[in-house]
C-alpha cells in the first residue's frame, strides 16, 4: 500500500495534524465504526475531563485497527464528532500523539449531542495491505 498525499495552494493549507487529501494505492479498506469513549472491560464512559475522553477514543480506535491487521496511522479519513467545538485545540494536541506524518485527511464536526453523553465521537477509513487478508 502506498499513501500520496494531494496539496494544492489553490486551497487553503492544512492547520493542523490532517492533509488536505489522500490517495491510496494497492490495499484493503476498512471501514471504522463511530468510537465514544467507553472502556471496554466495564463499558461504561470514562471519568474525567474531555482530554481522558479523546484518549480513550484513540485507545478504542487503536484497539479496532489492530483487530484489523492495521493500526491508526493506517487510517486515511478520520471524522470527528464534537458537542463543543471549543474543545478542537485539544483534539488536535492529543492527536499528534498518535499519529504520525503523513496525516490522514479529517472532518470536525459539532453536534448537538452524542450517545450516552459523550463529548467526543471519532470514526474514520483505514487501509491495510491487501495481503494482511484473504477473504
Known amino acids: 500500500m502506498q ?15 490532517y492533509s488536505q487529501a489522500i490517495c491510496v494505492t494497492g490495499g484493503s479498506t ?3 465504526s463511530g468510537q465514544i469513549p467507553l472502556i471496554p472491560e466495564t463499558m ?4 474525567g475531563d474531555i482530554s481522558d475522553q479523546i ?6 480506535l487503536t484497539a479496532v485497527c489492530e ?13 470527528i464528532f464534537l458537542t463543543d467545538l471549543s474543545n478542537f485545540p485539544i483534539v488536535n494536541e492529543i492527536m499528534a500523539q498518535y499519529f504520525d ?7 470536525a464536526v459539532g453536534i448537538k ?3 450516552k453523553n459523550s ?17
Open 119 to 135: 463529548q467526543v465521537e471519532m470514526d474514520g477509513v483505514m487501509v491495510i495491505n491487501e495481503d494482511s487478508y484473504s477473504f
Open 44 to 47: 461504561e464512559m470514562i471519568e
Open 3 to 17: 499513501k500520496h498525499i494531494i496539496s494544492t495552494d489553490q486551497a487553503p493549507q492544512a492547520i493542523g495534524t
Open 55 to 60: 484518549h480513550q477514543v484513540f485507545k478504542n
Open 113 to 115: 449531542e452524542l450517545p
Open 67 to 79: 483487530a484489523s491487521k492495521g493500526n491508526l496511522n493506517d487510517i486515511v479519513k478520520l471524522n
Open 101 to 107: 506524518q503523513p496525516y490522514p485527511a479529517r472532518a
Open 30 to 32: 476498512v471501514y471504522l
